[in-house]
């Protein structure tokens, strides 16, 4: 009787063990998914950042830290800002309400002269033939990628 008690605590162990073990490495496996980004979100990155390289680098520079010259119709001599640094310059948190709002508005008018930052919302709205579902994905992407080049 004590050998058949001993056989069914050592299964139990055994068996709680094992499960234990499944638990884990789901649980890693899981975690490790969470991660990698899914397929959708690396599509979208990709698309932010091709849409960057096309139409915002040539001010931003490549590497988005504002190494691009400002617009030739510009009378500022300052360099266009480190697209890097954005969530630096706001406390430690990436600022996506407004660089959603600069890129589907604009820049606010300074008081002489024309705003030197293309507002996207109303270019994106033309080549889409206003289709807002798809403004609002471009700009999302875009979003996006810049979030995803922010300095650590």
């Keep these: 009787m004590g050998t ?9 162990i055994i068996g709680g063990l094992a499960t234990l073990w499944v638990l884990t ?32 680098a040539v001010c931003h520079g490549n590497d988005g830290k504002g190494s ?15 697209l890097t640094t954005l969530a630096k310059r706001h406390d430690g948190k990436f ?6 709002s600069v890129l589907r508005n604009g820049v606010s008018m300074p008081d002489h002269g024309p705003a030197e930052m293309p507002v996207w919302g109303l270019i994106l ?21 810049l979030r995803s080049i922010q300095e650590k």
């Design 95 to 100: 600022p996506d309400a407004y660089v959603e």
């Design 68 to 82: 691009g010259p400002p617009p030739a119709s510009s009378s500022f001599t300052e360099l266009p800002p480190d």
């Design 25 to 56: 490495a789901v649980n890693s496996d899981s975690s490790a998914a969470q991660q990698k980004p899914p397929e959708s979100e690396k599509s979208a990155l990709a698309g932010g950042a091709k849409f960057f390289k096309e139409n915002c």
């Design 4 to 12: 058949y008690r001993f056989r069914c605590s050592l299964a139990r």
């Design 125 to 145: 709205k033309a080549t889409t033939k206003s289709d807002e579902a798809k403004v609002t994905q471009r700009i999302k992407s875009l979003t996006d990628y």
